[in-house]
C-alpha cells in the first residue's frame, strides 16, 4: 500500500482567543501545506497548548482548530506530555497524525539515558543536564501491511543552554558574565543534543531487538545537518561505524534521493542548512520512490521581522510504495 509520511515545524503553533484572526490567517496557510502534502502520516513539532477555561490542564486546541477543515480533519491525534504532568507542555510539544489507526504510542524521557551530571566549571552545585522534550513514538497499523513505528523528534537546539550562575540575572536574566561562562553553556546545549539522539537510538534499537525486520522511521527537526553528531548517532551508517556488521540497523537519510542544492529546510543569514529529516530502516527505505522538500520561497529566519503566517521550516513528505 502506498504511504505518504512527512514531517513539518510548525513554527509554534498557538491560539489566542483576543486575536482569532491572526490564527485562522496563519491557518490558512498551513492547511494549503497541508493539502500539498496529502500525508498519511505526519509528524508535527511546535505544538502550543492552551489553557481551558475551568480545566487543569491544557489542551492542543490550536492544533485541533487547525485540523477542521483541512485535509487532516478526521485523522487519529496522538501527542507527547509534560515530563511529569499529566498534560501537554505549554510550548513545544510534539504531535503524530495518522490516517489509519494508532495502536500504541508513548513517550521517552530519560527511561534509556540517564540526566548528565554536570559540576559547573566556574563554581557551585553539580545540576542535571535533562532534555528539553520527551520523543514521542507511535506504532501505526496501514491495512494490509506491518506496522510502522515513528519516533517524533526534536531535539535541543544549539544555542547556549541554562547554566547556573552563568548570567547577571540568573536563569533569563541579563548578559552572560563572560565569555567562558557562554562557551561552556553552548558545549551544555551539545551534550543535551547528542544526549537525546542516543536515547533515540537506543530505543530503536529495542525495536529491532523484538523484530529485526521492522519498519521504523526517526523523523523531525533534528536541529543538525547530516554530518553533525546526533545525525551521525541516529543513522548509524557502516561508513561512520567502519563496520558493516550492523548495516541491517541502520537508519538511512532519505535527503540523499535529493540533489545536493535542494537539500535544506531551514535559510538561515542567506545559507540553506538542512535540519529536519525522515531517517528509516533499510525495509522502509527500499521502498521509497520519492522524496520532497517544499522549499520553495522559504523566508530567511535571521530576517524575519514579524511572525511569518507559515513557518521557517520547509515540511519533508517521502512517498513510499
Partial sequence: MPLRLATFNLESLDYDPADPGWFEARAAVLRGVLAALQADVLCLQEVNAQRRPGEPQRALLALRKLMEGSVCAGFHLVHSLRPGGPGPADVHNLAILSRWPITAHGQIHHDLVPPLR???????????????????????????????????????????????????????????????????????????????????????????????????????????????????????????????????????????????????????????????????SSGLAAACRDLRILNTNLADEAHVDAPVKGSLHAPILALFG
Fill in 118 to 280: 554536570w559540576t559547573p566549571l566556574h563554581g557551585g552545585e553539580p545540576v542535571d543536564l535533562t532534555f528539553d522534550r520527551p520523543i514521542l513514538h507511535a506504532r501505526i497499523e496501514p491495512p494490509g501491511e506491518a506496522p510502522l513505528h515513528l519516533l517524533n523528534l526534536h531535539l535541543r537546539a544549539p544555542r547556549a543552554a541554562f547554566l547556573p550562575g552563568g548570567r547577571e540575572g540568573g536563569r533569563k536574566g541579563g548578559g552572560w558574565r563572560s565569555l567562558s561562562h557562554w562557551a561552556e553553556a553552548y558545549h551544555l546545549a551539545g551534550l543535551k543534543r547528542q544526549g537525546q539522539a542516543l536515547e533515540a537510538r537506543l530505543f530503536v534499537e529495542r525495536l529491532f531487538d523484538a523484530d529485526p525486520w521492522a519498519r521504523i522511521a526517526v523523523c523531525g527537526d533534528l536541529n543538525a545537518d547530516a554530518f553533525e553528531a546526533p545525525t551521525r548517532i541516529l543513522q548509524a551508517l557502516p561508513e561512520d561505524m567502519e563496520t558493516a556488521d550492523f548495516a541491517a540497523r541502520a537508519l538511512h537519510p532519505l535527503e540523499r534521493r535529493m540533489a545536493p542544492e535542494r537539500r535544506f529546510t531551514v535559510v538561515h543569514d542567506g545559507r540553506p542548512v538542512l535540519l529536519d529529516h525522515i531517517l528509516a
